[in-house]
């Protein structure tokens, strides 16, 4: 099942918020599709420009290198929306294919939805999406703060290596 969520984090002198957007599952007539250029490009512009356009803010976005992710207009979309501001293959700035696991998404957001969510022992895939809406819902802010906090020593760390992968990897309780 395929699905997508944006964090996001914003932090000015105003204010301070930290969270997740989503999920956001691809599905045409409730059922599973999978996630072509044109389906990211629609959830890009239908699901994630009005959240981002919410917050008023200059935001940085990060994604990993799929092809969906990639794509001529996608990258089109993204460099629209985030003015300079694009971490990706082919992006503002480049993040290496064999990178270091530093995005949040990776070192903590699937290991806890996965914990949280088979715990509840979802008998049907609308048992399962259920679990996932509600648990994504239910993290709360301080630990979406925390995972960034982390997230930005994991960069330091990674500056440190010239970019090797981390020999130490940070893990902390969030």
């Not at 996001?8 to 989503?22: A, C, L, Q, R, S």
């Not at 969906?68 to 480049?94: C, P, V, Y």
């Not at 020593?153 to 090797?164: K, P, S």
């Amino acid at each position: 099942m395929g699905f997508e969520h944006a964090s996001y984090w914003v932090n000015n002198k105003m204010k301070t918020e930290f969270g997740v957007w989503g999920p956001y599952f691809f599905e045409e007539e409730g059922v599973t599709v999978t996630v072509t250029s044109d389906r990211y490009c629609d959830m890009l512009q239908n699901f994630l420009q009005p959240k981002v356009d919410e917050l008023e803010e200059d935001v940085w976005f990060q994604q990993d290198g799929a092809t969906a992710h990639t794509s001529h207009r996608s990258l089109l979309i993204f460099r629209e929306m985030f003015h300079g501001h694009l971490i990706t293959l082919r992006g503002d700035i480049g993040w290496p294919a064999r990178s270091p696991d530093l995005t949040p998404c990776d070192f903590f957001l699937w290991g806890y939805l996965k914990s949280k969510v088979y715990a509840r022992r979802p008998g049907t895939i609308e048992q399962l999406k259920e679990a996932i809406r509600q648990e994504v819902a239910a993290i709360p802010p301080v630990m979406t703060r925390k995972a960034m906090d982390n997230f930005r020593e994991r960069l330091q760390r990674c500056v440190i290596n010239n970019g090797r992968h981390l020999s130490d990897v940070i893990f902390k309780s969030v």
